[in-house]
Protein backbone atom coordinates (compact mmCIF):
# COMPACT_ATOMS: atom_id res chain seq x y z
CA UNK A 1 0.00 0.00 0.00
CA UNK A 2 1.19 3.07 -0.77
CA UNK A 3 0.32 6.87 1.10
CA UNK A 4 1.63 9.99 -0.03
CA UNK A 5 0.91 11.77 3.31
CA UNK A 6 0.83 15.67 3.42
CA UNK A 7 1.04 17.84 6.93
CA UNK A 8 -0.74 21.27 7.56
CA UNK A 9 -0.52 23.35 4.35
CA UNK A 10 0.95 26.66 4.31
CA UNK A 11 1.30 29.89 2.72
CA UNK A 12 3.11 31.97 4.33
CA UNK A 13 5.31 33.48 1.46
CA UNK A 14 2.19 33.51 -0.61
CA UNK A 15 1.89 37.37 -1.55
CA UNK A 16 -2.06 38.38 -1.94
CA UNK A 17 -3.65 41.33 -4.00
CA UNK A 18 -6.18 43.62 -1.97
CA UNK A 19 -8.78 40.87 -2.60
CA UNK A 20 -6.68 38.23 -0.65
CA UNK A 21 -6.06 36.35 -4.14
CA UNK A 22 -2.92 35.42 -5.30
CA UNK A 23 -1.56 37.22 -8.35
CA UNK A 24 -0.01 33.84 -10.16
CA UNK A 25 -0.45 29.87 -10.42
CA UNK A 26 3.15 29.93 -10.38
CA UNK A 27 3.51 31.59 -6.62
CA UNK A 28 0.63 29.33 -5.37
CA UNK A 29 2.92 26.53 -6.66
CA UNK A 30 5.99 27.50 -5.28
CA UNK A 31 4.83 29.34 -2.16
CA UNK A 32 1.52 26.80 -0.57
CA UNK A 33 3.59 23.86 0.91
CA UNK A 34 3.17 21.26 3.33
CA UNK A 35 5.14 18.51 5.11
CA UNK A 36 5.39 15.35 2.64
CA UNK A 37 5.68 11.75 3.33
CA UNK A 38 6.02 9.06 0.82
CA UNK A 39 5.30 5.80 3.09
CA UNK A 40 4.69 2.00 1.48
CA UNK A 41 3.82 -0.63 3.39
CA UNK A 42 4.82 1.42 6.48
CA UNK A 43 7.94 2.00 5.43
CA UNK A 44 9.41 5.21 4.70
CA UNK A 45 10.75 5.98 1.29
CA UNK A 46 11.19 10.07 1.36
CA UNK A 47 10.61 12.99 3.91
CA UNK A 48 10.80 16.34 2.93
CA UNK A 49 9.64 19.55 5.01
CA UNK A 50 7.67 22.48 3.13
CA UNK A 51 7.29 20.39 -0.38
CA UNK A 52 5.59 22.73 -3.03
CA UNK A 53 2.50 20.15 -2.60
CA UNK A 54 0.57 21.98 -5.08
CA UNK A 55 2.74 21.99 -7.79
CA UNK A 56 3.44 18.26 -7.07
CA UNK A 57 -0.33 17.00 -7.15
CA UNK A 58 -0.68 18.85 -10.37
CA UNK A 59 2.44 16.95 -12.29
CA UNK A 60 0.40 13.91 -10.59
CA UNK A 61 -2.67 14.67 -12.49
CA UNK A 62 -0.73 15.19 -15.48
CA UNK A 63 1.25 12.06 -15.01
CA UNK A 64 -2.01 10.08 -14.46
CA UNK A 65 -3.10 11.09 -18.26
CA UNK A 66 -0.17 10.36 -19.73
CA UNK A 67 1.86 7.77 -17.46
CA UNK A 68 5.29 6.50 -18.53
CA UNK A 69 8.09 7.28 -15.79
CA UNK A 70 6.95 10.09 -13.49
CA UNK A 71 10.11 12.41 -13.32
CA UNK A 72 9.29 15.68 -11.53
CA UNK A 73 11.15 19.30 -11.57
CA UNK A 74 9.88 21.96 -9.39
CA UNK A 75 10.12 25.82 -9.43
CA UNK A 76 10.85 25.72 -6.41
CA UNK A 77 13.82 22.79 -6.23
CA UNK A 78 17.16 23.13 -7.32
CA UNK A 79 17.31 19.69 -8.84
CA UNK A 80 14.75 16.86 -10.09
CA UNK A 81 13.34 15.50 -7.15
CA UNK A 82 14.59 12.38 -6.40
CA UNK A 83 11.64 10.32 -6.38
CA UNK A 84 10.08 8.56 -9.55
CA UNK A 85 7.77 6.09 -10.42
CA UNK A 86 8.51 3.80 -12.69
CA UNK A 87 7.01 0.95 -14.90
CA UNK A 88 8.01 -2.16 -13.77
CA UNK A 89 6.30 -6.16 -14.59
CA UNK A 90 2.74 -5.45 -13.35
CA UNK A 91 2.31 -2.18 -12.52
CA UNK A 92 4.54 0.59 -10.80
CA UNK A 93 7.89 1.15 -8.61
CA UNK A 94 8.16 4.14 -6.02
CA UNK A 95 12.56 4.37 -6.17
CA UNK A 96 13.99 7.34 -4.27
CA UNK A 97 16.97 7.70 -5.78
CA UNK A 98 18.49 10.68 -4.05
CA UNK A 99 21.98 8.98 -3.57
CA UNK A 100 22.89 6.95 -5.89
CA UNK A 101 24.93 4.32 -3.34
CA UNK A 102 21.41 3.86 -2.10
CA UNK A 103 18.93 4.02 -4.18
CA UNK A 104 15.74 2.94 -2.33
CA UNK A 105 12.57 1.17 -4.03
CA UNK A 106 9.01 0.14 -2.79
CA UNK A 107 7.53 -3.39 -3.98
CA UNK A 108 5.71 -3.09 -7.16
CA UNK A 109 2.01 -1.57 -7.13
CA UNK A 110 -0.94 -2.20 -9.94
CA UNK A 111 -1.77 0.53 -11.48
CA UNK A 112 -4.87 1.22 -9.17
CA UNK A 113 -3.21 1.53 -6.10
CA UNK A 114 -1.05 4.18 -7.62
CA UNK A 115 -4.00 5.65 -8.52
CA UNK A 116 -5.51 5.61 -5.16
CA UNK A 117 -2.66 7.45 -3.22
CA UNK A 118 -2.34 9.95 -5.40
CA UNK A 119 -5.78 10.65 -5.83
CA UNK A 120 -6.09 10.73 -1.85
CA UNK A 121 -3.06 12.83 -1.95
CA UNK A 122 -4.32 15.76 -4.48
CA UNK A 123 -8.21 15.88 -2.83
CA UNK A 124 -6.13 16.31 0.71
CA UNK A 125 -3.96 18.70 -0.65
CA UNK A 126 -7.23 20.52 -2.55
CA UNK A 127 -9.65 20.48 0.64
CA UNK A 128 -6.33 21.91 3.20
CA UNK A 129 -5.41 24.62 0.69
CA UNK A 130 -9.36 25.52 0.34
CA UNK A 131 -9.86 25.74 3.78
CA UNK A 132 -6.73 27.67 4.05
CA UNK A 133 -6.91 29.99 1.53
CA UNK A 134 -10.62 30.29 0.28
CA UNK A 135 -12.55 29.13 -2.90
CA UNK A 136 -10.55 31.45 -5.10
CA UNK A 137 -7.68 29.03 -4.75
CA UNK A 138 -9.72 26.55 -6.63
CA UNK A 139 -8.57 28.26 -9.72
CA UNK A 140 -4.91 27.68 -9.56
CA UNK A 141 -5.67 23.78 -8.25
CA UNK A 142 -5.30 21.79 -11.18
Known amino acids: ???????????????LD???????????????EADLAIVQDGRELYAEILFPVVELSAALKAWQHNRGTFEY?????AERWAVRFVPAEGGWRVVNDEDPQRVIRGGVLATHEMDAAVDEFRERVRKSTVDLLGEWITEYLE
Do not use: F, K, Y
Open 1 to 15: MLEIHCGDIIADDLS
Open 18 to 32: ADGRSRSRAEVNVHV
Open 73 to 77: ESMSL
